[in-house]
């Protein structure tokens, strides 16, 4: 993060905190590199998904026909909401059986994923320059990020499983052959010579909707979790206006993030049901 004997520089500072920890040792050069592997992301994501999993499981064990919990009517709010979300888009009672729980589970595992960014920013990086210190590597280059949604390489992943649940259900509901044949005939018409125009267009679609998808949830997750960063160096200015704007600014910005991570999570899943169900549909 700095060179031994001196304090960070503000930019080393933000630098070193937007750094993922990654199989290959360094930082990523490259904008698209298929090598890199995030295991900052692949752990904190498998991580609160387990947790995630445990929660639901949980609250569904404890269930009771009585009076409930806090715990479990919350849970029983959400699954409600959930439902007459699922049901309201996707119109086949089969497919809910399936796509109604993973709903759930996505706007909770999502949730959860992006209110890490709610924790101290130099927490858990710091707790992990300790371990990697003790085991005798270089803690300047202990490169640790908690917030999996801030990662492109996850949102995107994510949005491809989506992806592939459409093309699924795409294949299910419609038949390989009408579902091909969708592909060569909408929007535009049954005619050969709009074939191509009408398969291009499909794909656009499919990639716009994933590309987009993905990266709606990195770039707010992103932009939250560097705003928190930037609070952060006011604390490290060793005056007392700095600690004051520190304190207040991070309150102010951590109770309105609230909001956002809470949105982020509950758009990623609503277009997750829009888009199965618009699988279900024909042109």
Same mark, same amino acid.
């Given at each position: 993060?700095?060179?031994?004997?001196?304090?960070?520089?503000?930019?080393?500072?933000?630098?070193?905190?937007?750094?993922?920890?990654?199989?290959?040792?360094?930082?990523?050069?490259?904008?698209?590199?298929?090598?890199?592997?995030?295991?900052?992301?692949?752990?904190?994501?498998?991580?609160?998904?387990?947790?995630?999993?445990?929660?639901?499981?949980?609250?569904?064990?404890?269930?009771?026909?009585?009076?409930?919990?806090?715990?479990?009517?919350?849970?029983?709010?959400?699954?409600?909401?959930?439902?007459?979300?699922?049901?309201?888009?996707?119109?086949?009672?089969?497919?809910?059986?399936?796509?109604?729980?993973?709903?759930?589970?996505?706007?909770?595992? /999502?949730?959860?994923?992006?209110?890490?960014?709610?924790?101290?920013?130099?927490?858990?990086?710091?707790?992990?320059?300790?371990?990697?210190?003790?085991?005798?590597?270089?803690?300047?280059?202990?490169?640790?990020?908690?917030?999996?949604?801030?990662?492109?390489?996850?949102?995107?992943?994510?949005?491809?499983?989506?992806?592939?649940?459409?093309?699924?259900?795409?294949?299910?509901?419609?038949?390989?052959?009408?579902?091909?044949?969708?592909?060569?005939?909408?929007?535009?018409?049954?005619?050969?010579?709009?074939?191509?125009?009408?398969?291009?267009?499909?794909? /656009?679609?499919?990639?716009?909707?994933?590309?987009?998808?993905?990266?709606?949830?990195?770039?707010?997750?992103?932009?939250?979790?560097?705003?928190?960063?930037?609070?952060?160096?006011?604390?490290?200015?060793?005056?007392?206006?700095?600690?004051?704007?520190?304190?207040?600014?991070?309150? /102010?910005?951590?109770?309105?993030?609230?909001?956002?991570?809470?949105?982020?999570?509950?758009?990623?899943?609503?277009?997750?049901?829009?888009? /199965?169900?618009?699988?279900?549909?024909?042109?």
């Amino acid at each position: 993060m700095a060179t031994e004997g001196h304090a960070p520089t503000a930019s080393e500072y933000v630098v070193h905190h937007l750094t993922h920890l990654n199989n290959t040792g360094h930082a990523q050069q490259n904008i698209v590199d298929w090598t890199v592997i995030n295991l900052d992301s692949m752990f904190y994501s498998i991580v609160i998904g387990l947790v995630t999993v445990f929660m639901l499981w949980l609250a569904a064990r404890k269930a009771t026909s009585g009076v409930p919990g806090r715990f479990q009517g919350f849970v029983e709010l959400l699954v409600e909401m959930v439902a007459d979300q699922a049901k309201g888009i996707i119109h086949s009672a089969e497919s809910r059986k399936f796509v109604a729980p993973l709903a759930l589970t996505v706007f909770v595992w /999502i949730f959860l994923m992006n209110a890490m960014d709610l924790l101290p920013v130099d927490l858990l990086p710091r707790i992990w320059e300790g371990i990697y210190a003790a085991g005798g590597g270089d803690p300047h280059h202990a490169y640790q990020r908690v917030v999996a949604t801030a990662d492109l390489s996850a949102t995107l992943g994510m949005s491809c499983g989506v992806l592939l649940l459409c093309l699924y259900y795409n294949v299910k509901i419609k038949g390989f052959g009408g579902w091909v044949h969708e592909l060569f005939t909408a929007p535009f018409g049954n005619h050969p010579l709009l074939y191509p125009v009408n398969f291009a267009m499909q794909i /656009i679609e499919f990639v716009a909707k994933t590309v987009s998808h993905g990266m709606r949830l990195f770039g707010n997750m992103y932009a939250g979790e560097l705003i928190f960063i930037l609070i952060a160096l006011l604390g490290s200015t060793a005056t007392v206006f700095g600690f004051v704007g520190h304190v207040v600014a991070g309150s /102010i910005w951590a109770i309105f993030h609230i909001l956002i991570i809470t949105l982020q999570a509950f758009i990623f899943m609503m277009l997750t049901l829009v888009y /199965i169900g618009q699988a279900h549909e024909g042109h």
